[in-house]
C-alpha cells in the first residue's frame, strides 16, 4: 500500500535514511515498497539492494514537484520505465524544459495525481492518490465515476514526531525562512509515517476497488538490475575481437620505445597482462583512456598517469603512465585481477590550465547522451547545521556566527540554543545538496538516462544523481581526469625556457633526471620550493632527514609523509631504519621476506596487503577489502570487522602469539584511508624529479611559472623569493613590459599585471593586448588616450611604479594625473594618425623618503618588492648565526631574526603547537617548534619579523629550534603618514603569513607506539 515513500535524498525534505525506510517497511508488514523521492533516482540502487536483503520487493518512481507543488508521482513498471522518468527529469534539469501540469505519455510507467491536480481526462495509465482522510470525499457524486482509478495514497516522510520537527526545519532551510513562517502546504502532512499495513487496509475496507487499484500497481511493477555486468562503453572498436588485437599491436609498438632491447622477463610480463586485460575485457577501457592521452600529446599538453595504473606494463607502453612496474617491482594485479569485486580506474592529472579542453574532447567525441561525471553528496557539516538550523530559528547573525566557530560546549546555556544543538545533530551526515565529483567520469555502453537523471551544476558539464561507489556498485569503471598546477608550472616552463634560451627540454627523459648528481644534490638538502609535492615545510625536513638522494628513497618518501604512516609510528621508525641500517632487526621474517626494500616497514598499500597474505594468511578477497578501506573507498564498517575477525583467526591457525597478531594488525588498521600504492608514490616522485630538474638548471624561468600557475604550497612572495634567490632580478608591474602574468627578460622578472590587488582582470589582460597592437606607451598622457581607466586605478599604477620608465617620480605623475584627468573624456580614447605632443607642467620638486616605496608595494601586492623585509626593522641586529650553520649547533642555544614565511598547526594531547618556517637574513630557510605552554607566552602576532631563541635539535641532519622565547619585531613606521599617528601602521597588517590548520586527532608519541625494533619471538 505504500506507493510514495522518501529517504532524506529528497534533499531538504525526507528524514529517513534507505536502511530505516526499508527497516520500518518490514516492520509495518509491508511486502512491497515504492521509493519514489523527489525530482531524484539517487537511491533506488542501494534501496533495490536493501529489499532483497530485507525480503520486500522493491519499486521505483519519483515523486515530480514544479518548487513547492506537487504535480505527480511516477511509478517505473521496469526498466524501460525508469529510463522515460530519467529522460523527463535530465531535460528539465539539462535542457531548461519545463516539468508539466501533466505527465507526458509514458509507456511503462504508472502515474498518480494528488487531488489538486487532477487533468480532466485520465490516460490508462493514470490514477487518483486519495488520503485516508480525504475519503469522506467519495460521498460526493461526482467522485463516484473515479472509483476505477483511485488508489491509496499514503505518504512517507518521517518516523517520530520529533523528525517531523526536523522536516519542518529542513523546509524552512530550503525556503530560506523561519519555521514559524512556512506555510501550510510548504510541509509535509503530519501522518506521513508508516503505519501497520494492516491498519491501511482497515481504513480503506469500504473500497475494496481503491485497495485493488493499488495492488495492482503493486503486482505490474518491479525493479530487475544486474549489478554484475559492466555498464561502460564496452568496445573502442566495432567488437571484443577487433579490441583485444589492437591493444596488442599498440602495446608492443610502445614496447619498442620502452624497451629496445627487452628481456624475457618484460615479455612475459606484458603477455601476463595482456592475457588479463582480454578475459576480464578491460581493452576497451584501455583504448579509450589512450584516445584521451592521444590527444591530450596531439595538443602539446602535459599528463601524468597515477594511481595502481601505473603498476601496468602496457599502461607505460601505450605511454598512458611513465613508470615502469619492473624496476620498481610493481605488480599488476594491485590494478586488475580476477578476485577484484570492483573496477579499477585509470587516475590522469592534466595542467589546471588544460584539463577543461580534455573535459570537452571526451563529452564531445563520445557522446553527451553517454558522458557524466559522477554525483557526490555534500553533507551538512558543523558549521553549516548550526549556521542554517539556527537561522530557521530566528537567531541573529552574531549568534550564528559563534555557533558556527565554536564547539558545542561552549555554546550558551539557552532554550533556543538547545533547540539548535539537539535538532542540528540529528542533521549529522544528512545530504544537503548534489554535487560533481572533482574527477570521476564515466563513459556509459547505454544512454545513461537508462540508469539516472542527469543533472547540470554550475561548472557546465552533467552529472548523475548518484556517487562513485555506486557508480562502482552497478558496474561503472570510472575515469579520473584530474587538474594540478604542478603540470602547468612543467609546461609551461618548458615554453619559456625554450622562448628564452632555444633549448627544447624532454621532459619524458625522466631517467636522466633521476640520475642528475645535482638534482640529487637539491633533493638532499630540500632545497626544493617550488617543486611538485616535495616543497611543503614537513616534505623538505623529511627529505634532509633522509639525506634523500635518490628515486626509491624518494618514492618511499612520496608515502611515508602520508598521515597513516606517520600516525602509526612507521615513518619515524623508518627514519632510523634508513639511517641506522644495522641497528635493527626484522619482527619476523615475513617482513623480511615481503618488505626488505623499506626495512621491514610497511610503507605501500601494497605493503599492507603483503602482510595481510603472507603473515595473516588472509584471503584474496579480505585483501580487497583492506585495499578498498586504505583508499577511502570502503563503505562497510561491518565488512571491515569480519576482515579482522578473520585475520586474527588465520594468525592463531598459523601459531603466531596473539601479541605479534595484535601489533601487526594495529600497523595495518594506522594505514586506512592514509596511504599512497607504491605506483602512485613512484608517479608523483617522477613529476616531483621533472619540476626539480627543471629548477635546478632553468630557476628564473621555472619560478617565474611557479608564480604563474598560483605557486603551490606558500604565498606569491615566497616564490619571488626563491626566484631572486635563483639569480633574477625581481622589478614592479611595468605597464611597457609586464603581461598579466608574471613574465622574464634574461634576467629581470617583472611581475605580471595580475598581482596588482586592485587592478581589474579585464584591464591587467587590456593593457598588454594594446601595447601588443598600438606599440609601447610613451608617457602617462599616453597611456591614458589609450587604456580606459579611472583615476583611482591610475594612481594605483604610479603607486606601484608602473610609469617609471617616464623618468618621472611618483609626486609629480600623481599631480600630472590629476590635471590630466580633469578634463580629459573617455570617448576620445581612439587612436589618431598624428600624436599631439605631450603637454609638460613645471611641477614642484617634492621629496620622498626611500622606503616609501616598500609600503606601497605591502599596499598594493602584498609584499615588499625594492627592499628585503629585513631592511624596514627599526633594529639593526641580525641574529648571532645563519640558518645555514644550524647544524653546528646541536644541543645549544641560539638567538636568530627571522622573516615568519608560514606555520602549521599540530594538535597534542597538551594542546595546539605549531611548527614554524622562516628565512633569515641571507634569505635561506629553517624551521623552528612551538609547543603550547611556550605558546601561551609567546604566541604567533601574524606576520613579519621575529626575534627566536631557542634549543637547535639536529634530527637525522635536520636542524629544527625548539622556540623559548619570541618577540615581534616592530617596523619602522609607515613614511607616507609621517604626520597621521593613527595611519602610521596601518598598511604593516597586510604583512602576510601562510598558515596550515589540521583538525586531526593528536598523533601518538613514540613512547606510546612501542614499534618493535627487535625481532619478536614466537613462542
Known amino acids: 500500500m505504500f506507493l510514495n515513500s522518501h529517504t532524506y535524498h529528497s534533499l531538504r525534505y525526507g528524514t529517513l535514511s534507505v536502511e530505516e525506510l526499508v527497516k520500518q517497511a518490514v516492520d509495518s508488514g509491508a511486502k512491497e515498497l515504492a521509493l519514489t523521492d523527489i525530482n531524484t533516482v539517487t537511491a533506488i540502487y542501494d534501496f533495490k539492494k536493501e529489499c532483497e536483503r530485507s525480503g520486500i520487493k522493491p519499486i521505483v518512481g519519483v515523486e515530480i514537484r514544479r518548487e513547492n507543488q506537487l504535480l505527480y508521482i511516477t511509478i517505473a513498471k521496469d526498466a524501460t520505465g525508469i529510463a522515460e522518468i530519467n529522460r523527463l527529469l535530465t531535460n528539465y534539469n539539462c535542457e531548461g524544459a519545463d516539468l508539466p501540469q501533466v505527465s507526458p505519455d509514458f509507456e511503462k510507467v504508472f502515474v498518480i495525481y494528488p487531488l489538486q491536480n487532477i487533468p480532466e481526462t485520465l490516460k490508462e495509465n493514470e490514477f487518483i492518490g486519495i488520503r485516508a482522510e480525504e475519503l469522506n470525499l467519495l460521498i460526493r457524486p461526482e467522485w463516484q465515476k473515479f472509483l476505477d482509478k483511485i488508489v491509496v495514497l499514503h505518504p512517507i516522510t518521517f518516523k517520530t514526531k520529533k523528525e ?43 473500497y475494496p476497488k481503491i485497495l485493488g487499484n493499488t495492488q495492482f500497481i503493486l503486482d505490474h511493477c518491479s525493479f530487475d538490475f544486474d549489478f554484475t555486468t559492466p555498464k561502460n562503453k564496452i568496445y573502442f572498436t566495432e567488437n571484443k575481437a577487433d579490441d583485444d588485437a589492437l591493444l596488442r599491436l599498440l602495446a608492443y609498438e610502445g614496447l619498442k620505445k620502452r624497451y629496445p632491447e627487452p628481456t624475457k622477463t618484460v615479455i612475459d610480463r606484458i603477455e601476463k597482462e595482456l592475457k588479463v586485460i582480454q578475459e576480464m575485457d578491460f581493452a576497451g577501457y584501455f583504448l579509450i583512456t589512450l584516445d584521451i592521452v592521444k590527444y591530450s600529446n596531439s595538443r602539446g599538453f602535459l599528463h601524468v598517469g597515477r594511481g595502481s595504473g601505473a603498476n601496468s606494463i602496457v599502461s607505460y607502453c601505450l605511454g598512458i603512465t611513465e613508470i615502469c612496474p619492473i624496476e620498481l617491482n610493481l605488480y599488476f594485479e594491485r590494478f586488475l585481477n580476477k578476485n577484484r569485486n570492483n573496477p579499477p580506474d585509470f587516475d590522469i592529472d592534466w595542467s589546471w590550465q588544460e584539463r577543461d579542453e580534455i573535459l570537452t574532447y571526451i563529452f564531445k567525441r563520445y557522446g553527451k547522451e553517454y558522458v557524466a561525471f559522477c554525483g557526490t553528496n555534500v553533507e551538512f557539516k558543523y558549521r553549516s547545521i548550526f549556521r542554517e538550523v539556527g537561522k530557521a530559528f530566528g537567531l541573529p547573525k552574531e549568534e550564528l556566527d559563534v555557533l558556527a566557530k565554536n564547539p558545542m560546549e561552549v555554546h550558551d546555556d539557552n532554550k533556543v540554543v538547545k533547540l539548535v544543538q539537539k535538532y542540528g545533530m540529528l542533521l549529522e551526515k544528512f545530504p544537503n545538496q548534489r554535487s560533481m565529483h572533482s574527477c570521476g567520469i564515466i563513459i556509459s555502453q547505454e544512454p545513461l538516462t537508462n540508469y539516472t ?416 623585509p629585513f631592511d624596514l626593522l627599526q633594529t639593526k641586529f641580525r641574529g648571532n648565526i645563519m640558518a645555514k650553520d644550524l647544524p653546528k649547533y646541536h644541543k645549544q642555544q641560539v638567538k636568530m631574526l627571522a622573516y615568519l614565511i608560514s606555520r602549521k598547526h599540530v594538535p597534542t594531547k597538551k594542546g595546539t603547537m605549531f611548527f614554524g618556517t622562516w628565512i633569515d637574513v641571507e634569505g635561506n630557510f629553517f624551521d623552528t617548534a612551538h609547543f603550547p605552554d611556550n605558546l601561551q607566552k609567546y604566541p604567533f602576532q601574524g606576520g613579519g619579523c621575529y626575534l627566536l631563541a631557542g634549543m637547535v635539535e639536529v634530527d637525522f641532519h635536520f636542524p629544527t629550534i625548539t622556540i623559548f622565547k619570541m618577540a615581534k619585531m616592530p617596523f619602522i613606521p609607515d613614511p607616507r603618514y609621517a604626520e597621521d599617528k593613527e595611519m602610521r601602521y596601518e598598511v604593516h597588517k597586510k604583512i602576510n603569513e601562510d598558515v596550515s590548520m589540521t583538525w586531526r586527532q593528536p598523533y601518538p608519541q613514540e613512547h606510546e607506539i612501542g614499534l618493535p625494533r627487535l625481532k619478536m619471538v614466537e613462542k
Open 164 to 206: 517531523f520537527n526536523l522536516h519542518k526545519i529542513l523546509r524552512a532551510i530550503d525556503q530560506n525562512t523561519l519555521i514559524s513562517k512556512l506555510a501550510e502546504n510548504d510541509f509535509c502532512r503530519v501522518n506521513e509515517t508508516f503505519k501497520p499495513l494492516e491498519k491501511i487496509k482497515e481504513k480503506f475496507k469500504r
Open 453 to 868: 537523471a542527469l543533472e547540470m551544476p554550475p561548472k557546465g558539464f552533467p552529472i548523475v544523481q548518484f556517487d562513485m561507489n555506486v557508480a562502482e556498485d552497478i558496474g561503472f569503471e570510472k575515469f579520473d581526469i584530474l587538474s594540478q598546477r604542478g603540470l602547468g608550472t612543467i609546461n609551461d616552463t618548458l615554453k619559456l625556457v625554450k622562448k628564452n634560451q632555444g633549448v627544447d627540454i624532454d621532459i619524458h627523459q625522466t631517467a636522466l633526471f633521476k640520475n642528475d648528481k645535482n638534482c640529487n644534490d637539491y633533493l638532499t638538502i630540500g632545497k626544493t620550493i617550488g617543486c611538485f609535492y616535495i616543497e611543503s615545510p614537513a616534505m623538505r625536513g623529511l627529505l634532509r632527514r633522509l639525506k634523500c638522494e635518490n628515486y626509491p628513497t624518494l618514492v618511499a618518501a612520496s608515502s611515508i609523509i602520508r598521515p597513516g604512516v606517520a600516525q602509526s609510528g612507521m615513518m619515524r621508525e623508518y627514519i632510523f631504519r634508513h639511517n641506522n641500517p644495522t641497528q635493527f632487526e626484522y619482527f619476523h621474517d615475513v617482513f623480511k621476506e615481503q618488505l626488505g626494500e623499506t626495512y621491514g616497514i610497511m610503507v605501500y598499500q601494497e605493503d599492507v596487503i603483503k602482510i595481510a597474505l603472507h603473515f595473516g594468511g588472509v584471503s584474496a578477497d579480505d585483501g580487497d577489502v583492506l585495499r578498498r578501506a586504505m583508499s577511502g573507498k570502503s563503505r562497510s564498517i561491518k565488512k571491515l570487522q569480519e576482515v579482522k575477525d578473520n585475520f586474527f583467526e588465520s594468525c592463531a591457525r598459523k601459531g603466531h602469539p596473539e601479541q605479534l597478531s595484535k601489533e601487526v594488525y594495529r600497523q595495518i588498521e594506522s594505514f586506512a584511508g592514509y596511504s599512497f600504492c607504491k605506483a602512485h608514490s613512484a608517479s608523483y616522485a617522477v613529476e616531483s624529479y621533472q619540476s626539480l630538474y627543471l629548477k635546478v638548471y632553468y630557476p628564473i624561468e621555472f619560478m617565474v611559472c611557479a608564480i604563474n600557475n598560483g605557486g603551490g604550497f606558500y604565498r606569491t612572495e615566497v616564490y619571488v623569493h626563491e626566484c631572486r634567490m635563483g639569480g633574477g632580478k625581481i622589478h614592479n608591474p611595468c605597464v611597457n613590459k609586464s603581461l598579466f602574468e608574471t613574465t622574464v627578460y634574461g634576467e629581470d622578472v617583472f611581475l605580471g599585471l595580475m598581482h596588482i590587488e586592485k587592478l581589474e582582470s579585464r584591464l591587467a589582460n587590456f593593457i598588454p593586448d594594446e601595447r601588443r597592437k598600438n606599440g609601447g606607451y610613451t608617457s602617462l598622457e599616453n597611456f591614458i588616450k589609450r587604456v580606459p581607466v579611472g583615476i583611482e586605478t591610475l594612481q594605483t599604477l604610479i603607486f606601484v611604479g608602473a610609469f617609471r620608465f617616464t623618468g618621472k617620480p611618483k609626486n609629480e605623475l600623481l599631480i600630472e594625473a590629476r590635471l590630466l584627468m580633469v578634463h580629459f573624456k573617455p570617448e576620445y580614447r581612439l587612436p589618431t594618425f598624428f600624436e599631439t605632443p605631450v603637454q609638460e607642467y613645471e611641477l614642484p620638486v617634492l621629496k620622498r623618503n626611500r622606503f616609501e616605496d616598500a609600503f606601497d608595494e605591502i599596499e598594493i601586492l602584498g609584499f615588499a618588492v625594492s627592499c628585503s
